[in-house]
């Protein structure tokens, strides 16, 4: 499929100071937008100024909330390359949420080709700042105007592009985690599994009222006895129990992250012993109390390695490390970074040259 172009006759201002960037708050000049219809396929896949959509108050992903997404990033390197990590596993993770979402399959080689074309065209945007990147967001939701229940015969996929700051402006702070014991966000044959926008909204009142608490994020457990570990909402979760690294296998109702399979990916090639397995919090407990709880860490595009320094369990709160980044976290962060930034080496064949 060719990919039309319309440049901007209004580009926008380049934001001057990279340290105010944040996340998600500003968007580059054009987007990449294409349509599905029913009989017709993908098709007008198009790169245009960035810029409002119409859609009608019936669509249908306004209403049951037909809507999937993905999340990953664009790095400039010390040479002043832009490059992109494993966009070929976002896609291919697109397409299984898709799958369990009746949302129609995209081509995943052409969506990385349109994603590459796309950055390119904005490489401008893509911060200086060492750890700032280009936050790319790949959505397709259903538009038809009807409100009743079933799969849409009509879908728009976009992508927007989003300049983002350094995750971590002080060092790697480590995060106060708080383990939820009364709401769930996933359960077996759910969606768990799949990067859709239902699995945020209902994981938005125990943020709320962890943020109460004072703890920044939430560590889910399993819909059913709620005994086994599963992830935090927006990370995947890693634990280090006497020197083995420890995270949940993936039952349905865990998202597979990226940098989760990555993580694991380095472990093995440094000999490290990396196990995907059902893990319980009363587990994780036991092992603090024996004072075998080496390390606790978040994995996702966001923040790459979260150590995670408190954990709250109903009344037990522990500490983990001192409240310090541990050693493994430390070579997980240091690695796939320096992958990415391209500071180092990458063996692996992650990297995609834009
Ligand atoms: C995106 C996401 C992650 C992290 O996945 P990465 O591919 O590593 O960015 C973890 N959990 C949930 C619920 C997610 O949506």
């Given at each position: 499929?060719e990919?039309?172009?319309?440049q901007?006759?209004s580009?926008?201002?380049?934001?001057?100071?990279?340290?105010?960037?944040?996340?998600?708050?500003?968007?580059?000049?054009?987007?990449?937008?294409?349509?599905?219809?029913a009989?017709?396929?993908w098709?007008?896949a198009?790169?245009?100024?960035?810029?409002?959509?119409?859609?009608?108050?019936?669509?249908m992903?306004?209403h049951?909330?037909?809507?999937?997404f993905?999340?990953?990033?664009?790095?400039?390197?010390?040479?002043?390359t832009?490059?992109?990590?494993?966009?070929?596993?976002?896609?291919?993770r697109?397409?299984?949420?898709?799958?369990?979402?009746?949302?129609?399959?995209?081509?995943?080689?052409?969506?990385?080709?349109?994603?590459?074309?796309l950055?390119?065209?904005?490489k401008?945007?893509?911060?200086?700042?060492?750890?700032?990147s280009?936050?790319?967001?790949?959505?397709i939701?259903?538009?038809?105007?009807?409100?009743g229940v079933?799969?849409?015969?009509?879908?728009?996929?976009?992508?927007i592009?989003?300049?983002?700051?350094?995750?971590?402006?002080?060092?790697?702070?480590?995060?106060?985690?708080?383990v939820?014991?009364?709401?769930?966000?996933?359960?077996?044959?759910?969606?768990g599994?799949?990067?859709?926008?239902?699995?945020?909204?209902?994981?938005?009142?125990?943020?709320?009222e962890?943020?109460?608490?004072?703890?920044?994020?939430?560590?889910?457990?399993?819909?059913?006895?709620?005994?086994?570990?599963?992830?935090?909402?927006?990370?995947?979760?890693f634990?280090?129990i006497?020197g083995e690294?420890?995270?949940?296998?993936?039952?349905?109702?865990?998202?597979?992250?990226?940098?989760?399979?990555?993580?694991?990916?380095?472990?093995?090639?440094?000999?490290?012993?990396a196990?995907?397995?059902?893990?319980?919090?009363?587990?994780?407990?036991?092992?603090?109390?024996?004072?075998?709880?080496d390390?606790?860490?978040?994995?996702?595009?966001?923040?790459?390695?979260?150590?995670v320094?408190?954990?709250k369990?109903?009344?037990?709160?522990?500490?983990?490390?001192?409240?310090?980044?541990g050693?493994?976290?430390?070579?997980?962060?240091?690695?796939?970074?320096?992958i990415?930034?391209?500071?180092?080496?990458?063996?692996?064949?992650?990297?995609?040259?834009?």
């Amino acid at each position: 499929m060719e990919i039309r172009f319309e440049q901007t006759k209004s580009p926008k201002a380049k934001p001057t100071d990279e340290s105010k960037l944040g996340f998600g708050h500003i968007f580059t000049d054009h987007m990449f937008a294409m349509n599905y219809d029913a009989g017709q396929g993908w098709h007008d896949a198009r790169i245009v100024p960035y810029g409002e959509i119409s859609l009608s108050p019936a669509a249908m992903c306004l209403h049951y909330g037909q809507e999937i997404f993905e999340g990953l990033k664009a790095y400039r390197t010390a040479d002043g390359t832009v490059q992109l990590f494993r966009p070929d596993e976002n896609y291919k993770r697109m397409n299984t949420s898709a799958e369990r979402m009746v949302i129609p399959k995209i081509d995943e080689e052409f969506m990385v080709e349109a994603t590459k074309k796309l950055v390119e065209i904005e490489k401008d945007w893509v911060p200086h700042t060492d750890g700032a990147s280009l936050y790319i967001r790949p959505f397709i939701f259903a538009t038809d105007p009807f409100v009743g229940v079933k799969p849409a015969d009509h879908y728009l996929f976009l992508i927007i592009l989003s300049p983002s700051g350094p995750y971590y402006s002080t060092g790697l702070d480590p995060v106060k985690i708080y383990v939820e014991q009364k709401y769930v966000r996933a359960v077996r044959g759910g969606t768990g599994f799949a990067k859709t926008a239902a699995n945020y909204a209902i994981s938005l009142k125990g943020q709320d009222e962890a943020h109460e608490q004072d703890y920044e994020q939430v560590l889910w457990l399993d819909g059913v006895e709620q005994k086994y570990i599963e992830e935090v909402g927006s990370m995947n979760i890693f634990f280090v129990i006497d020197g083995e690294v420890i995270t949940p296998e993936l039952t349905g109702s865990v998202l597979p992250g990226i940098t989760r399979k990555s993580a694991l990916e380095v472990c093995k090639s440094k000999g490290i012993k990396a196990t995907e397995r059902r893990i319980t919090i009363q587990e994780v407990a036991d092992a603090y109390d024996a004072g075998k709880l080496d390390e606790v860490f978040g994995t996702g595009t966001a923040a790459v390695i979260s150590p995670v320094g408190h954990l709250k369990w109903g009344d037990k709160v522990m500490t983990i490390n001192d409240n310090k980044i541990g050693p493994i976290s430390q070579m997980l962060y240091d690695t796939m970074t320096g992958i990415q930034w391209g500071k180092i080496e990458d063996t692996f064949g992650w990297t995609v040259k834009i």
